[in-house]
Structures are given as structure tokens and as C-alpha cells.
């Protein structure tokens, strides 16, 4: 899936949604942030040029890792963007949901009947996705797949920053900061302790609809599921920690089970999407 132009196809989706997003920060009288932004698309063009003229294995190498760091400065970007105050409206209805999974079908009492086992197993899964991407790009190149790189990363990008761009245009709170005390685990562990400490102090405070986390974890595990299709394992294996994230972004009151579910969808448009792409271009 390498691109025919100056970009690789995984870089366009960069390249197009930093753009966008300085032409946002431009427009709303945020010129610092923008510049940011408008840095990002030559810092590719710089590495695509750099590797037309050097013609080196390790400019490749340099620009699959490059282009990862740039999917959590994107997360970030959201904020910078916009900086709406929450409503509640969405999340009244949304909680409704989230409360028939945890008591009306027994979901939180099905989880914490074998004490901290469970609950500690979903925190520490939500708390690895962070190092997941990089570990996988890592699998990639040690099964001499290096050249498809971008086909794992295009799969990657293309879900998750689809679920960034939405965020904004679902302006809401997470459950357990607009219901604080309300629904949360009767049980707290030390990674629960580590999760809340990283969203306390790094994460976006815009929106949570659709779930980032829930995006990352399916297209992680859709990327590699392209790329190494014969390692069935390894995709079912991240396909089941991606529903471990997803049923904790529940439990733990991080999102509601619409984000979720939404970012599900979008991350199946973008596998499908990535597929159609190979058909129009292949290797």
C-alpha cells in the first residue's frame, strides 16, 4: 500500500488530518497551535524527500517509527481544537445503557466474582494498549513483513483518526466525572490506581464518544490481521484483548458503552476500507 506520490498511504492520512486540523486552529485565532499542526505534513515530506535522495533502508525504517508518536499527538489535538463546556445531554441517555450491562444482565457482578482477579486483568489490558501499536509494528518486521508496514499502519490510523475527527462533534463527559460516585468498581487495584493517574493527567477533555481506546485496540488488531493473515492466533489473541479493553472502558466508568460500540463500527469501516484499497492498489 505504498503510496505513488510523495506519501506513503498511512502518511496522506496524517498529512490530511493535520492539515485540517491547522486550517481549525488557523481559523480560531490559535496560531500557535496551528503551526504545530502545519509542521507535521513537512515533517513527512521532509522524510519522503530525505528517502528519494538517500535511498537507504534505515529512512524507510525511520519513517514507519516516525509516523507512530504522531497518532497520540493527534488524540491530543482534539483538545486544541475545541473547548466546549459538558452539557450532560448526550451522556443522560447514554448511561441508561451502561446500567443495564452492569445490573440488569449481572455485567459488574460477573466480573468481580473472583475478587481482583478480573478487574485487575481488564485494567492492566487497558493500561498496555499504549505500548500495543509500537509492540506490534516491532512483530511485523521481526516476520520479514517490514514492507508492508504501511498497511498495518494505513488500518491503524485510518479507524483512529476517523474516531478523533468525531469526537469534537459529540461534546461529553466521561460517566465518572459528570456521575462521580455513581456505578464505579467496589474493588480499586493498582492498576486502576495507574490508569486513573494516566487520564487524569493526559487525557482530552472534549469527548469521549466515540472511545480512542476501544479505535486503537480493534485497528491494532485489524492491522496485524492484514499483514500476518496466516497467524490466525494472533489476531484472534488481539481481537479478545481489544474486547477486554472494551468491556473495562465500561466497568471501570471511563466511557459508556455507546462509545465503544461506535468506535467498533469504525474500526470495521476502516479494516473493510483498508482491504478495498489493496483491490485499487495493490503491492
Given amino acids: 500500500m505504498q503510496g505513488n506520490g510523495l ?4 502518511e496522506y492520512l496524517l498529512v490530511l488530518y493535520f492539515a485540517l486540523a ?6 480560531r485565532g490559535l496560531f500557535a497551535f496551528g503551526l504545530v499542526d502545519l509542521c507535521v505534513p513537512l515533517v513527512f515530506a521532509a522524510l519522503a524527500l530525505m528517502e528519494r535522495r538517500v535511498r537507504r533502508v534505515w529512512v524507510g525504517v525511520l519513517r514507519d517509527w516516525t509516523a507512530m508518536p504522531f497518532l497520540l499527538l493527534a ?4 483538545d486544541w481544537i ?12 447514554w448511561i441508561r445503557l451502561d446500567r443495564l450491562l452492569l445490573y440488569g444482565w449481572g455485567g459488574r457482578s460477573a466480573i468481580e466474582c473472583c475478587g481482583v482477579l478480573l478487574p485487575s486483568l481488564l485494567e492492566l489490558s487497558y493500561l498496555v494498549l499504549y505500548a500495543v501499536p509500537p ?12 514492507r508492508q508496514a504501511d498497511r498495518f499502519l494505513f488500518t491503524l490510523f485510518a479507524g483512529s483518526l476517523a474516531a478523533y475527527a468525531l469526537l469534537p462533534l459529540f461534546p461529553s463527559a466521561s460517566p465518572r466525572d ?6 464505579l ?16 493527567s493526559f487525557d482530552i477533555h472534549t469527548s469521549v464518544f466515540p472511545s480512542g481506546h476501544v479505535a486503537v485496540a480493534f485497528c491494532s488488531a485489524f492491522g496485524v490481521m492484514r499483514v500476518l493473515p496466516e497467524r490466525r492466533w494472533l489476531g484472534r489473541a488481539l481481537l479478545a484483548f481489544a474486547a477486554l479493553v472494551t468491556i473495562n472502558t465500561v466497568y471501570a466508568r471511563y466511557h459508556y458503552a455507546v462509545d465503544g460500540l461506535a468506535a ?3 474500526s470495521l469501516v476502516a479494516f473493510h476500507f483498508s482491504r478495498l484499497l489493496d483491490h485499487w492498489r495493490p503491492d
Fill in 75 to 78: 488524540y491530543w489535538n482534539v
Fill in 22 to 27: 491547522a486550517a481549525r486552529t488557523a481559523a
Fill in 264 to 266: 467498533l463500527a469504525i
Fill in 7 to 10: 506519501f506513503r498511504s498511512s
Fill in 82 to 93: 475545541t473547548q466546549v463546556p459538558q452539557t450532560g445531554g448526550y451522556e443522560q441517555r
Fill in 178 to 183: 459528570l456521575f462521580p460516585g455513581q456505578d
Fill in 135 to 146: 509492540v506490534l509494528l516491532g512483530i511485523i518486521y521481526l516476520a520479514g513483513r517490514r
Fill in 185 to 200: 468498581p467496589s474493588m480499586t487495584t493498582v492498576f486502576r490506581r495507574i490508569n486513573l493517574w494516566l487520564l487524569d
